[in-house]
């Protein structure tokens, strides 16, 4: 397990922002929110790894939480966080999300097939659904403990506190927060609005990516309101 992440080093000078100490202000610039709600997820994760190990199924449920509030907080903040490091932390969050999502799976129909209106269904096959179950949980818990994921959490960690990101044109990172999510917020309500509009006609895959923006979106919300930021009442709907 890895100590906690406090006080990240960032580039700074006169003109930048202030290298963050870990106490968000009451009014941060894109950078310090960005940075607070990236490392709660980084630090949750890390929380959740030894359960998560054990195969505690709301501990996975939790990480995989974790993973798509960040991955959903760094697309939202992509005109400021796009660099060429990032490519490369996505591709290794997905192999993990990857591992987590079969465990989440075989978690969900094992409890499914504990549930008294599914036990006939579930009678035939419930050693063969155990035994899946063991099999995906020990291949989690293989990966959560790999040096793999070790240097994956490094570089993210790194990544959040030096990336090549902090180089970048000025202009977002110092930027009130509240402006910027005012209208990021907007546009994504726009995409959501578009989309939804078609409901009844999406086929599977427009659809799970639709569920996947509410989400995101949801997310994103849920994390501004917790540094202070304030929120629209449309964008609370």
Same mark, same amino acid.
């Given at each position: 397990?890895?100590?906690?992440?406090?006080?990240?080093?960032?580039?700074?000078?006169a003109?930048?922002?202030?290298?963050?100490?870990?106490?968000?202000?009451?009014?941060?610039?894109?950078?310090?929110?960005?940075?607070?709600?990236?490392?709660?997820?980084?630090?949750?994760?890390?929380?959740?790894?030894?359960?998560?190990?054990?195969?505690d199924?709301?501990?996975?449920h939790?990480?995989?939480?974790?993973?798509?509030r960040?991955?959903?907080?760094?697309?939202?903040?992509?005109?400021?966080?796009?660099?060429?490091?990032?490519?490369?932390?996505?591709?290794?969050?997905?192999?993990?999300?990857?591992?987590?999502?079969?465990?989440r799976?075989?978690?969900?129909?094992?409890?499914?097939? $504990?549930?008294? *209106?599914?036990? !006939?269904?579930? #009678?035939?096959s +419930?050693?063969? /659904?155990?035994?899946?179950?063991? @099999?995906?949980?020990?291949?989690?818990?293989?990966?959560?403990?790999?040096?793999?994921?070790?240097?994956?959490?490094?570089?993210?960690?790194?990544?959040?506190?030096?990336?090549?990101?902090?180089?970048?044109?000025?202009?977002?990172?110092?930027?009130?927060?509240?402006?910027?999510?005012?209208?990021?917020?907007?546009?994504?309500?726009?995409?959501?609005?578009?989309?939804? $509009?078609?409901? *009844?006609?999406? !086929?599977?895959? #427009?659809?799970? +990516?639709?569920? /996947?923006?509410?989400?995101?979106? @949801?997310?994103?919300?849920?994390?501004?309101?917790?540094?202070?930021?304030?929120?629209?009442?449309?964008?609370?709907?």
């Amino acid at each position: 397990s890895r100590m906690r992440r406090t006080s990240p080093r960032t580039q700074s000078h006169a003109t930048e922002p202030a290298a963050w100490s870990g106490a968000v202000p009451s009014a941060p610039d894109c950078q310090t929110a960005f940075q607070s709600i990236a490392t709660s997820c980084a630090n949750l994760i890390q929380d959740h790894r030894r359960a998560a190990i054990a195969a505690d199924p709301e501990a996975i449920h939790s990480v995989r939480i974790e993973l798509t509030r960040l991955r959903a907080a760094v697309l939202f903040f992509s005109p400021m966080t796009d660099d060429n490091v990032w490519p490369e932390i996505k591709k290794e969050l997905r192999w993990l999300n990857s591992a987590l999502g079969k465990a989440r799976d075989q978690d969900v129909t094992a409890s499914y097939a $504990r549930r008294k *209106r599914y036990r !006939r269904w579930a #009678r035939a096959s +419930r050693r063969a /659904i155990v035994r899946i179950q063991r @099999r995906v949980d020990r291949k989690l818990s293989k990966t959560l403990a790999s040096v793999r994921y070790d240097r994956l959490i490094t570089a993210l960690d790194d990544w959040i506190a030096n990336g090549p990101w902090l180089k970048s044109d000025q202009t977002i990172r110092c930027k009130h927060v509240d402006a910027y999510a005012q209208a990021k917020l907007k546009a994504w309500r726009q995409e959501i609005s578009r989309e939804g $509009r078609h409901l *009844r006609i999406l !086929r599977r895959k #427009r659809l799970h +990516r639709l569920r /996947i923006r509410c989400k995101r979106y @949801r997310y994103i919300v849920a994390a501004l309101q917790s540094l202070g930021i304030s929120v629209a009442r449309q964008d609370l709907k």
